[in-house]
């Protein structure tokens, strides 16, 4: 029953760190771009729905700014690719990965002058209650959480594959030249992509912040979740929610098992460890490179 | 405008293109060397601190500048050049030994590192790295008989041939030692990218299918690579661990291999300089904001606040700026600039404009 009660925590964990990873395989998907900020993101949008929810700010009710925070974050993630990612346009992965990291810096500056250092917990009406069955007592918040994400991942999986939309990204991400002479309006397609990223960051924010606190550097989860996301292969949507999944069960059972010191290692040996035997990752999408 | 005539194939060999460009480089030195006489301890410190991080800079700029690997953890190399140097001085291995053994240590580390780490391309070899810069600081605290762990390590005083340098006692004597380190490393570097093995390290950034093509073992000189610009790198943390004087398993985090890369991006990658004109931003950067923010105090009239984070947030926007209007960092826009005076009525604006490209993925399906 115990290991029981670490799984679920574990997987309620899981689930955050997946669905910042599924922000950082949506963009690279359609933008052959990775999105170093992705964790900032999170955690600004975190920010921005404490600030239109919680009694010290706005207050405004929770499912009314809920909506109001997520359009705000996929706003701000039209606008960055608009005005910034859209001027890199066909330039080195390495010079957009280093321009991302840059933006997160300045994020996490800005959020830090707005809203403080200190860890703030998102108001929210599933806080402190409890779900049991079969003896096993679940927090709302981590039911939440799991549901939400498995539903998320599930809509973007079928969004990919299966509408045009979702076709011209993919599209878009693996030749530009090509997609443009397919008609497909690459550029438009970047900045849709970004914004649904944003949303998608928000969402996970959301979450984040109602489970536990927030503080600007939340963000830096976002290494975590990028462990998640090579753990899962970059490119593969499922592989995301799954590696986010295997991160975050990993660390309970580590800190429980394993001496301490060594316990906080193994997200990024595993890493490492994937990295060396799988470069792709577990659910690989690469062939040979042809010339 | 000045034209250099070529008279004879020496000049395509020599490190310096004529006379003229020799003696500037010269007086640059004779002015690093005059430093010390003319400028008071603290600004003597922050020159050390900028010829250290410029060390480490020359290091990352062999590998991420020359080669096109980008390395999002050098961090752990400096920290492992900073423990060897130490750990070797305590056992009783005198400095000038231990200095070099320091950096030969992490090179060869660095390379056995690169062995499994060269099957990765681009993005998944930063993510790799960045992992490991995660994982020197637990492996730092897990190795406590030899590192000292969260309690950290003190610097003791070295001996250069009897003579007993301190960074605190003796800041002119430290600031000779890092200058002529820095001088000597830059020098080899220079040879190196006249040689066969530096100009593979560029044919394999410009294009590794080429550089296959032309009889580049792209393997082998990645390793090499590798190894070249850990052994620098190590070297320059060895340095940076006598002049902080003391640091533990938290001094070489994740933030500073990250701060590093950003550094020779906003100096200019791929050229020497970069790495000088990176460091000198990095260096003096915080004292600039401090004397900004005194200032902008004054002015406003309000007390002086200090803002957590503003250092970082306002390297970041710098960082943008460069990438987005001047992605071959200070370096490039000076060369812009010279080029404007040395072809003084010709210069045209599209003369550095770069190709158009169009991206590609790696993954084939």
Known sequence: MDTLQLLISGLANGCVYGLIALGFVLIYKATEAVNFAQGDFMMLGAFVTIGLTNTDYMGLPFWMALPISIGIMALLGYLVDRFVIRRMFGESQTSVVILTIAMGFVIRFVAGVIWGHEPQSLENPLAGKEVSFGGLVLGMEDVAVIVVTILLTWFLYEFFNRTKLGLAMQGASQNQLAAYYMGVPVKRVQGFIWALAGGVACIAGILFAAKGAVDPNTGLLGIKAFAAAVIGGFGSLPGALAGGLIVGVIEPFASRYIAAGYSQIAPYALLLAVLIFRPHGLFSQVRVKKV | ?365
């Open chain 2, 1 to 365: 405008m000045r034209i250099v005539f070529k008279t004879d194939y020496m000049q395509d060999l020599r490190p310096w293109k004529d006379g003229y460009q020799l003696s500037l480089y010269l007086i640059l030195i004779a002015v690093a060397i005059a430093a010390p006489f003319v400028v008071d301890a603290f600004f003597l410190g922050e020159l050390t601190n900028v010829l250290i991080w410029a060390l480490a800079g020359l290091g990352l700029m062999v590998l991420t500048g020359h080669t096109g690997q980008a390395s999002l953890g050098h961090a752990a190399f400096l920290a492992m050049g900073c423990y060897a140097n130490i750990i070797l001085i305590e056992a009783g291995v005198p400095f000038v030994l231990a200095f070099p053994l320091a950096g030969i240590i992490t090179g060869v580390v660095g390379m056995l590192i690169a062995i499994p780490a060269l099957r990765l391309h681009g993005i998944y070899l930063a993510i790799a790295t960045m992992a490991m810069s995660i994982l020197v600081d637990d492996i730092i605290v897990l190795t406590e008989p030899w590192t000292g762990g969260v309690g950290g390590k003190y610097a003791p005083s070295i001996n250069v041939f009897g003579l007993m340098i301190d960074r605190w006692g003796t800041p002119v004597e430290f600031y000779f030692l890092t200058l002529g380190v820095t001088i000597l490393v830059t020098l080899g570097y220079i040879n190196l990218l006249r040689a066969p093995l530096g100009r593979s390290f560029i044919a394999v950034r410009d294009s590794e299918v080429s550089a296959q093509a032309m009889g580049v073992d792209v393997a082998r000189t990645k390793a090499i690579s590798f190894g070249v610009s850990c052994a620098i790198t190590g070297l320059a943390g060895a340095l940076m661990g006598l002049f902080a004087g003391a640091f533990n398993n938290e001094t070489f985090s994740v933030v500073i291999s990250i701060q590093l890369l950003m550094m020779i991006v906003i100096g200019g990658l791929g050229s020497i300089h970069g790495a000088f004109l990176g460091a000198i931003v990095v260096g003096f950067l915080p004292q600039f904001l401090s004397i900004a923010k005194e200032w902008v105090g004054a002015v406003i009239g309000g007390s002086n606040v200090a803002i957590p984070g503003l250092e970082f947030g306002i390297f970041g926007l710098i960082l943008i700026v460069f990438i987005l209007f001047e992605p071959m960092g200070i370096y490039g826009r000076w060369l812009k600039i010279r080029t404007w005076f040395e072809l003084f009525p010709f210069y045209r604006k599209d003369m550095f404009k770069r190709q158009k490209s169009y991206l590609k993925t790696e993954r084939l399906r």
